[in-house]
């Protein structure tokens, strides 16, 4: 009997450590002490449908450890992202001709085609460096930075943690804090809020022809997360994080305009550009978002083994001042293939509700509103993931793997957004992507 | 405080309370000690997706600091 009442109370525990539990920064793959350097290194293809946006891209992470859980780690990215980007504008069914961000030249969109930006291209090298050591008996504490750098923005970051284990280590309780203090520099200056597209300018001029809110903007973000996590058994763990996020400064898209319509037909409402000069065919502003942002997020994740069979499940909830609340379900499960791999289906899901401010176009004649983005990113969306991943270790003790992906995502604008004849002939830009990865895992 | 936050504290409050009688001795640790055990087991993919997600999706973050610093949102 008092045996069955103690199962019944870690029948209880563990349910109601399933409602909340725990979340510890640790780095990963605990090298072996002395061991020299444990890397992790991958390619990765990401590719989205009707030529969108293509990334290539290498990383590699490396951890040194010194021996009493000192450790060094170091990581380095390098994209390079090619292909065509939504530009907010809605489609139309006469083409349309859009000024590019450069204000050098202008791109025009067959009609019924969800108008894209084909000059979108960039580069992006992103490094971080952490160190982690013991701090006093049962605490350890880690301190880090990272830098990333691209032709049109600029982030510096640095971050601190401390990690207190209880219970014979089989509760971690962990507090880090992030602050990024990021540099956006838009191809063509910052465009003012709500500013009309201009005119192209010819090669030789500098610059968009919009109205200009100077050549760079801040943005900072301040990021704070605390963690438990908690061995429920000799075969799970489960870990819960809060984390909180303030964003101040330029949240705005640069790039993203919304059009402006016929408050009756929903159609983008027809210009002319002077005689002898490209510019777009239409009314095309500017987006303007606030500049501040709250969010607040819980995730939970539980790692389960069944007899050498791994399933990670985990969960994320997010809500913030823009109106963006979204749920996350992702699952994992990795079982033993032949003698040294193992293969691991991968599946996601992922909702959101749309930005209190977003907004499918703007109605001509009407006052604007403070704030509003076309961006398909902030509109109700739903988009799942399917994957598998395998995995083959060698002899020696390295590990190859390769992972395929496949995302698709569908927008919805709220209807209330919709203008005229809308309803019925929005049209969201939508696509699928497939990622491809590559790793190797080695000791140096 | 709201009803919503204090409902949150208590049930988180309970968990912990729930969460000193879980755990296992440390010669127990055999499975828990396998890297395909650690949370954080393929930091790497993590910060991958964590990335991907972050530039095509509304919200991003919550696992740990992962995806930020990039101009893509």
């Given amino acids: ?444 | 405080m709201t009803g919503k936050q204090a409902l949150l504290i208590l049930i988180a409050g309970s968990s912990l309370a729930g969460c000193a009688n879980l755990g296992v001795k440390p010669w127990e640790r055999e499975v828990l000690a396998r890297d395909d055990m650690q949370l954080d087991a393929q930091p790497l993919d993590t910060a991958i997706d964590d990335h991907i997600y972050f530039s095509k999706e509304g919200t991003s973050g919550g696992r740990g600091f992962g995806g930020g610093g990039c101009g893509c949102n």
């Fill in chain 1, 1 to 444: 009997m008092a045996n069955n009442d103690k199962r019944i109370g870690e029948a209880l525990a563990v349910a109601a450590c399933g409602l909340l539990g725990a979340a510890a920064p640790s780095a990963s793959r605990a090298a072996e002490p002395g061991s020299g350097w444990d890397v992790d290194t991958a390619f990765l293809f990401y590719g989205e449908s009707d030529g969108r946006v293509k990334d290539a891209s290498v990383s590699a992470l490396a951890i040194r450890d010194y021996g009493d859980e000192r450790k060094l780690s170091l990581d380095m990215t390098l994209d390079t992202l090619t292909g065509a980007s939504p530009n907010g504008a809605i489609a139309s069914d006469l083409p349309q001709t859009f000024t590019s961000p450069s204000g050098r030249s202008t791109y025009t969109t067959p009609a019924g085609e969800i108008p894209l930006d084909s000059s979108f291209h960039d580069t992006r090298v992103a490094l971080n460096a952490s160190w982690s050591q013991p701090f006093a008996r049962l605490y350890s504490v880690d301190a880090g930075l990272g830098f990333s750098s691209e032709i049109d923005y600029q982030h510096l970051g640095l971050n601190a943690g401390i990690t207190r284990d209880f219970n014979q280590r089989n509760t971690t309780a962990s507090f880090s804090v992030a602050y990024g203090f990021d540099t956006v520099k838009p191809v063509g200056g910052v465009p003012a809020p709500f500013a009309a597209m201009g005119d192209a300018v010819g090669e030789d001029d500098e610059g968009n022809a919009s109205g200009q809110a100077g050549s760079n903007q801040d943005k900072k973000v301040l990021d704070v997360l605390a963690g438990f996590s908690q061995v429920l058994g000799r075969h799970s763990v489960l870990r819960v994080n809060y984390s909180y996020s303030d964003s101040s400064g330029y949240l705005t898209d640069p790039y993203k305009v919304l059009t402006v319509v016929d408050p009756v037909t929903g159609e983008p409402v027809l210009r002319t550009p002077p005689p002898g000069v490209e510019g777009p065919g239409g009314i095309y502003l500017f987006e303007h978002r606030p500049d501040s942002r709250r969010r607040q997020g819980l995730y939970t994740e539980l790692r389960q083994d069944f007899s050498g069979n791994v399933l990670q499940l985990g969960y994320r909830y997010s809500t913030d001042d823009w109106g963006i609340d979204s749920h996350t379900l992702e699952g994992r499960l990795r079982f033993p293939l032949g003698e040294s791999g193992y293969l691991e289906p991968h599946l996601r899901y992922y909702t959101q509700t749309a930005a209190s401010f977003y907004r499918y176009s703007l109605a001509n004649g009407a006052p604007l509103p403070e704030f509003a983005s076309a961006d398909a990113r902030l509109a109700d969306m739903d988009a799942y993931t399917v994957g598998v991943k395998y995995g083959h270790q060698t002899p020696q003790g390295n590990e190859w793997s390769a992972r395929l992906e496949y995302y698709e995502q569908t927008a919805k604008a709220p209807a209330e957004t919709l203008i005229g004849n809308q309803p019925g002939t929005v049209q969201m830009p939508d696509f699928s992507a497939v990622i491809l990865q590559f790793s190797y895992h080695f000791k140096l």
